[in-house]
């Protein structure tokens, strides 16, 4: 299996709607980010915001989890707004600020303009940095196939 690792950029109090409810959505809830990611997949939060659009500024990772069967699917939450979402089996974890773990990932040395990275709202990140960031936030990966 060829796992990819992610992050998707949302503000924590939807992070832990999501946490809560066993789901990912990204990207205001279009299918297209969540299509690229297939079972086994692991997904990184990283949250700008604690609340959205205008919340206090928190910039930390906020939730790790990984990707169940890749199924991508609506859900009605006003019918108005029919977002799509997909399964997530989120780990017990914490925040971990952005400045702390800013020397040690790949992603951030490769971009110069880490913000506009953060805006497109979801990317696939290397193996060694998702490693750092779910050892940041207190997953535990020992005996773990990532």
Same mark, same amino acid.
């Given at each position: 299996?060829?796992?990819?690792?992610?992050?998707?950029?949302?503000?924590?109090?939807?992070?832990?709607?999501?946490?809560?409810? *066993?789901?990912? #959505?990204?990207?205001? *809830?279009?299918?297209?980010?969540?299509?690229?990611?297939?079972? @086994?997949?692991?997904?990184? !939060? !990283?949250?700008?915001?604690?609340?959205?659009?205008? @919340?206090?500024?928190? #910039?930390?990772?906020?939730?790790?989890? #990984?990707?169940?069967?890749?199924?991508?699917?609506?859900?009605?939450?006003?019918? #108005?707004?029919?977002? /799509?979402?997909?399964?997530?089996d /989120?780990?017990?974890? !914490?925040?971990?600020?952005?400045?702390?773990?800013k020397?040690?990932?790949?992603?951030?040395?490769?971009?110069?303009?880490? *913000?506009?990275?953060?805006?497109? *709202?979801?990317?696939?990140?290397?193996?060694?940095?998702?490693? $750092?960031?779910?050892?940041?936030i207190? $997953?535990?990966?020992? @005996?773990?196939?990532?």
């Amino acid at each position: 299996m060829n796992t990819k690792y992610w992050i998707g950029v949302v503000s924590e109090e939807h992070v832990k709607l999501g946490v809560k409810g *066993g789901f990912a #959505q990204l990207c205001h *809830g279009k299918s297209a980010p969540l299509k690229k990611m297939k079972e @086994g997949d692991w997904l990184v !939060y !990283y949250s700008s915001k604690k609340t959205y659009p205008n @919340g206090e500024p928190l #910039q930390s990772f906020t939730a790790v989890g #990984q990707v169940k069967t890749g199924e991508v699917y609506s859900y009605t939450m006003t019918p #108005q707004f029919i977002p /799509y979402r997909i399964d997530i089996d /989120y780990r017990d974890c !914490y925040n971990a600020s952005l400045a702390s773990l800013k020397p040690m990932l790949i992603f951030i040395k490769e971009n110069v303009n880490i *913000g506009l990275l953060f805006r497109r *709202g979801h990317f696939e990140i290397r193996k060694e940095d998702f490693i $750092v960031i779910a050892n940041a936030i207190g $997953v535990t990966l020992n @005996g773990m196939e990532i």
